[in-house]
């Protein structure tokens, strides 16, 4: 079974995240930064996302240790902090989309779908 790790102690979030992951795929929920690495070293995920104030951890750290050891599993950030600032620091960490809170459910949907086409293309 292909799975979507969800790094998030935000509800709302975590039930938007939810409601738009494709059935044939199995999510992992985790809510803190350790579960998150722990999570992306689990040789089936097909898509980690990952919110940036997760707790356990300052959330750029995590993605930069989650980057290096699964570089080719796409990798999406949500954050509710709308610095420009941030989402450059974010994107320059080679992530494949930067979302911003509130989440809108159509554009959650068509993201995941597409990093989860991106991650199907590098299957062995």
Same mark, same amino acid.
């Given at each position: ?22 059935? !044939? ?5 985790? /809510? !803190?930064?350790? $579960?998150?690495? *722990? ?5 089936? #995920?097909? *898509?980690?996302? +990952?919110? =940036?104030? +997760? ?7 995590? &993605?930069? &240790? &989650?980057? %290096?050891? %699964?570089?080719?599993?796409? *990798?999406?950030?949500?954050? $509710?902090?709308?610095? &420009?600032?941030?989402?450059? /620091? #974010?994107?320059?960490?080679? #992530?494949?989309?930067?979302? =911003? ?14 990093? =989860?086409?991106?991650?199907? $293309?590098?299957?062995?």
């Amino acid at each position: 079974m292909c799975c979507v790790l969800v790094a998030s102690t935000d509800k709302k979030a975590k039930e938007c995240l939810l409601r738009c992951i494709p059935k !044939d795929y199995s999510p992992k929920v985790v /809510e !803190d930064s350790s $579960g998150a690495v *722990l999570g992306a070293l689990d040789e089936k #995920v097909d *898509l980690i996302i +990952i919110d =940036l104030e +997760i707790k356990g951890g300052f959330g750029l750290e995590t &993605i930069d &240790i &989650i980057k %290096k050891s %699964k570089p080719t599993v796409p *990798l999406v950030v949500i954050s $509710g902090n709308s610095s &420009i600032d941030t989402g450059r /620091e #974010v994107m320059e960490r080679g #992530v494949f989309y930067y979302l =911003l809170k509130p989440l809108n459910k159509k554009e959650v949907k068509e993201v995941i779908e597409n990093a =989860l086409k991106r991650s199907d $293309g590098r299957r062995p």
